[in-house]
């Protein structure tokens, strides 16, 4: 809360600043920190923090044997994706991070994340659209 | 005890979350002891290659390597552990400590790093996270650029997280020359 959703350009969309920013983890499970726009997945007894504007889709699944599966896909160069991602032209020879897939004991809880996944998405993608606009 | 240091609330971190116990630093070695029993995990000085903390939120990390390449995690130590911990390492054991920093910055790219049979990925050199390739039980190809990981599905250790990783994977674009033309990339 310091201003800094008008005073950030879109390229330079980060989740937090601080290490100590990151909340704590609650369950080890998928988590959405609305504030800091980021999703935050446990990977090896970590969360790991991911800024929404580096998700381009999220999907859900239920199997016959009560278990659920949530499938992130992350933007990658060379696919269609929002075009003020500055990323393709500026990171050519890094290595992407592009979609990882996890099977959850709560469908309840997946069914949440996926929604909130989806709705924080569309109003940063619109947010930083419409800055675009208003900047060119 | 009287030879080293003793640490209540030490998790170690792994495939199936963490787990709480007690972490004990002696002259010889390092012991760490799951709360309540069952999975110790002990830790000879002449086994270990390499010691890194990291601040990770709200605590500290201890990262011990091993000569046979793998890698134990404990997570829980105040900023004081650290300073007493990494002198006792030094003066007692002879061992010394790397500093490590956590990228929590939310960029999905950076740098793949393998390690013995760890795989990091980094985000302008601090680390996002860390996945040990044991775990994997298929690797595939997609296309030119795609590098799929499958992991393990195992309910028997007492995972503790309610989200498993199952599947992650990774776009190599092709001007990427780092594992170009090495078969035995993961």
């Given at each position: ?15 937090y ?44 699944q ?6 659920c ?20 032209l ?11 897939s ?16 989806k709705?924080?998405r569309?109003?940063v ?12 | ?8 609330n ?21 012991l ?13 000085k002449s ?18 390597r ?8 404990f ?27 956590l990228?929590?910055?939310g960029?999905?790219?950076?740098e ?10 980094n ?7 860390e ?10 190809l ?45």
């Open positions: 809360g310091d201003g800094r959703s008008s005073s950030r350009t879109s390229n330079d969309l980060i989740a600043k601080n290490i100590n920013d990151v909340p704590p983890p609650r369950d080890l499970m998928i988590q959405v920190d609305q504030r800091n726009e980021a999703i935050l997945i446990p990977l090896y007894g970590s969360m790991v923090p991911f800024h929404v504007a580096t998700v381009k889709t999220v999907s859900s239920a199997d016959t044997s009560r278990n599966y949530i499938r992130i896909i992350f933007n990658v160069p060379g696919t269609p994706f929002s075009s003020h991602d500055p990323n393709a500026k990171n050519q020879t890094d290595i992407f991070l592009k979609e990882v996890f099977r959850s004991k709560d469908p309840r809880h997946i069914s949440e994340i996926v929604q909130q996944i709705t924080l569309r109003n993608v619109s947010r930083e659209s419409e800055r675009a606009e208003r900047a060119s | 005890m009287a030879d080293g240091h003793s640490f209540n030490i998790s170690l971190g792994g495939r199936g979350g963490t787990n709480p116990g007690q972490l004990k630093v002696h002259s010889g070695g390092v760490w002891k799951k709360q309540g029993g069952g999975k110790a995990v002990e830790l000879d086994d270990i290659s390499g010691l890194t903390w990291m601040k990770v939120p709200r605590s500290n990390q201890l990262a011990v091993t000569k046979d390449g793998l890698k134990y995690k997570t829980g130590f105040r900023d004081q552990d650290v300073i007493s911990l990494t002198n006792f390492f030094q003066n007692t054991c002879g061992l010394t400590t790397e500093e490590k920093q990228s929590v910055s960029k999905n790219w950076g793949v790093d393998l390690n013995g049979n760890m795989l990091s990925f985000v302008g050199q601090k680390q996002a996270f996945i040990s390739l044991a775990d994997v039980s298929q690797t595939q997609q296309g030119k650029t795609d590098v799929i990981l499958e992991f393990h599905v195992d309910d028997t250790t007492g995972a503790n997280e309610k989200d498993s990783l199952m599947e992650i994977s990774f776009h190599i674009p092709t001007n990427n020359t780092q594992f170009v033309g090495d078969e035995n990339r993961p």
